[in-house]
């Protein structure tokens, strides 16, 4: 109705003209505060009697209470024959989606899930893609190939294990890899794992050193593959974002101490720790020789600025690709002509493909499974994270645990012809994913070229400086200083920096593996703090709607004298229901009057909870809940909820709390819940001696000529339709 109908109307009737703004403002239709000034401006004057009239006083004279009108809730049928059924209803669920899932899958169905390369094989466009994956495959094997031979020395290994570790599980990935630009192979914070793993068993110069790291391959691929099939990806979810940044710039730290050994001319202590590292490096000061120094720092250089030339401009970003194979074309040039002084060598390196060979021994396989799980973390949280990065930008579906399924094949069928661990690289599949490659066919051709590398080069690796291969790995782990993300996390979250604060120094001063399990442990300590003690709002009406929402956030919300609204914004479980109770108590006497609207009430006589964010509940919090509410009755409180999703009132109905609150509790909306407990407040009873021996709610008379108690049944007079029994 607009204003101009309204005008139009004869009312003279004040009684009937309130009935109509209050049905029209309280209820679902919500007007602006100008409309019902406009209403109030065109109305008659107010008679004086209507004026003083105190409608909260008793007289037979009064119209009949104004109704009040809500969204009947859908209570769901807590009744069953067998009553530990319903607990089972979620795991029948999930095994019923799947064998429907594996029934409706056909013949290439199951080809695709094994063989995630028939996906872009069937659908492959020569024309438009094969150009492409060429280019893409040579710009990333041509960057493979150096930076393979230092990050195998960064492991302790020999260069040639490296390229070995290129070679077969690039081919498998890109035959069971689920991401199409991953780039896979070995990558410097992996190496230097293996590195810390295997220096307290065995000395790199030792053949065990080899044959451990080999095994090292087999059991991470073990893992993956039973994290991928059992789809256990989500374990890792608990490790922050803001410990893997820590761990991995503290590592980046630690890898960049250990290379300089090759740039100073002298040897320096194998340690994952700052400390040692920094001790060695200034106690053999007197050694230091300036041939490998300047030409370590020469090829140092150049790499860094390819590099950023690489990333600065698209067009030329095969620059930063070619940065690796300049340094080490430039040194090996240096070392063959001019014969510098005191330039170790790499030496012979064999040639020739690796041969198929199985480990000899499992003696320390026991030893290795600590460092086995850190890498397959590691390759869940970076590659897993990288290549699902890669499949939204170029527009295609990829599955985490498949991807995982994928990388352990690789590392099962690398071990078998001498590779060590294996996972996707960050800096080669950003130059593949920028090359544009469009399928898997790119990595068979870096695959190649390894394997070209393999039979007719390794004779010309021979001359390479181990400063050159230095200079290669510090500077591919330059990137993984993460100081731009610490100074983000300080502006954003102290907490998060806080966090990755400690992780960075424990890794840094006590090692990689007490550093990266301090660091969980305390990333896992927030979950546990926060999940304890949720965030918990009180709600007030916003003004000219039936919205409510967090006072503290919208100060211009108001509340109602004698109701407190109480949203709980997380799960309710044993570990946090002790702080959601003090919480409520709080609430109870700590109640700011200044926006208050409604009867002056001394203290609260309605508590409503609102349980729309909170997706679960257990038996510990049922049983808190129950006190809660006998605690109420005591205090002459009634306890309403609103809006629980279907499972938490399920759990709230079997359990009894919706007969012990009365399914006249229990509301769609917050407003209705208000509405009715306003009603309660402000309405006064028929007849008392009546309504005595029904179940009552107290509560205190707002008329200022009346201190008493008065009783009114709940339903008294509300336009309340019926519940509706739904079986779930």
Not at 286 to 308: E, N
Request: glycine share 6%.
């Amino acid at each position: 109705m607009n204003v101009a109908a309204f005008s139009s109307l004869s009312i003279t009737n004040w009684n009937y003209a309130s009935l109509f703004l209050h049905a029209t403002i309280s209820d679902r239709y919500v007007l602006p505060l100008l409309h019902v000034d406009l209403i109030l401006s065109i109305l008659p004057p107010i008679p004086m009697s209507v004026a003083v009239k105190d409608f909260s006083t008793a007289s037979s004279s009064s119209p009949p209470a104004i109704p009040v009108k809500v969204i009947p809730l859908q209570h769901p049928d807590s009744t069953s024959s067998n009553p530990l059924c319903h607990h089972s209803v979620p795991f029948n669920i999930f095994f019923s989606r799947w064998t429907e899932k594996i029934k409706r899958m056909t013949f290439f169905d199951w080809i695709d899930t094994i063989f995630p390369c028939f996906l872009w094989i069937r659908t492959y466009r020569w024309q438009q893609y094969f150009k492409l994956d060429l280019m893409a495959g040579i710009t990333v094997g041509i960057m493979l190939v150096p930076q393979a031979m230092s990050y195998a020395r960064l492991a302790g290994l020999q260069p040639i294990y490296g390229l070995y570790s290129s070679f077969v599980p690039v081919f498998v990935y890109a035959v069971f890899g689920s991401s199409r630009q991953l780039a896979v192979g070995p990558v410097a914070l992996v190496s230097l794992l293996v590195s810390n793993a295997l220096s307290g068993i065995a000395d790199p110069s030792e053949e065990l050193y080899t044959e451990l790291a080999i095994l090292l391959a087999l059991l991470v691929g073990i893992f993956e593959c039973i994290m991928g099939f059992l789809r256990l990806g989500w374990l890792t979810r608990f490790i922050s974002h803001s410990v893997i940044s820590g761990f991995t710039t503290a590592s980046a730290v630690v890898i960049g101490l250990s290379q300089l050994k090759y740039f100073l001319g002298y040897s320096v202590s194998r340690s994952s720790k700052i400390v040692p590292l920094i001790e060695s490096i200034i106690a053999g000061a007197d050694q230091f020789k300036w041939p490998p120094f300047l030409l370590g720092s020469t090829i140092l250089i150049i790499l860094l600025v390819m590099k950023h030339v690489g990333k600065a401009k698209k067009e030329l970003q095969f620059v930063r690709a070619a940065g690796p194979l300049t340094g080490l074309a430039l040194g090996t040039t240096i070392a063959k002509v001019f014969h510098p002084p005191f330039i170790s060598l790499v030496g012979d390196i064999p040639q020739g493909l690796p041969e198929f060979s199985f480990p000899n021994s499992f003696d320390h396989a026991k030893l290795l499974l600590p460092t086995a799980a850190l890498i397959t973390g590691v390759a869940i949280l970076e590659s897993v994270g990288i290549a699902k990065a890669l499949a939204a930008r170029n527009r295609y579906e990829l599955d985490s645990n498949s991807e995982l399924f994928g990388l352990g094949v690789a590392n099962i069928f690398g071990s078998l012809f001498s590779a060590y661990p294996t996972t996707g690289s960050f800096s080669r599949s950003a130059v593949n994913s920028e090359s544009e490659a469009k399928t898997g066919l790119s990595g068979l051709i870096t695959g190649a070229i390894i394997g070209c590398s393999l039979l007719f080069l390794t004779p010309m690796f021979k001359y390479i400086p181990q400063c050159a291969l230095a200079a290669i790995v510090i500077s591919a782990v330059s990137g993984l200083v993460d100081y731009e993300g610490a100074i983000f996390l300080w502006r954003v979250d102290k907490r998060d920096f806080t966090l990755w604060t400690i992780t960075s120094t424990t890794t840094l001063f006590f090692g990689i593996e007490i550093g990266v399990l301090i660091g969980v442990g305390v990333s896992l300590a927030f979950v546990i703090h926060e999940s304890a003690n949720p965030h918990i709002a009180v709600l007030g009406r916003l003004p000219g709607t039936t919205v409510y929402r967090n006072i503290k956030q919208y100060p211009e919300a108001y509340t109602y004298n004698g109701i407190v609204i109480v949203r709980i914004d997380a799960p309710i479980y044993f570990a946090n229901i002790s702080y959601i109770k003090d919480r409520l108590r709080e609430y109870e006497v700590a109640i700011d009057k200044r926006t208050n609207k409604g009867p002056d009430l001394e203290r609260i006589y309605f508590v409503i909870l609102e349980l729309s964010p909170v997706t679960y509940i257990d038996s510990s919090a049922v049983e808190a809940i129950k006190k809660l509410y006998e605690e109420y009755k005591t205090r002459d409180i009634q306890l309403a909820i609103s809006n629980p999703n279907k499972e938490v009132l399920l759990i709230l109905a079997r359990s009894g709390i919706v007969e012990l609150i009365g399914r006249e509790w229990f509301y769609v909306r917050v407003h209705d819940a208000v509405q009715v407990c306003l009603h309660h407040v402000q309405t006064p009873p028929t007849n008392v001696e009546e309504s005595s021996n029904n179940t009552s709610l107290w509560r205190r008379s707002s008329a200022k000529n009346s201190s008493s108690y008065a009783e009114v049944k709940p339903d008294t007079n509300l336009l309340k339709e019926p519940l509706v029994l739904r079986e779930n």
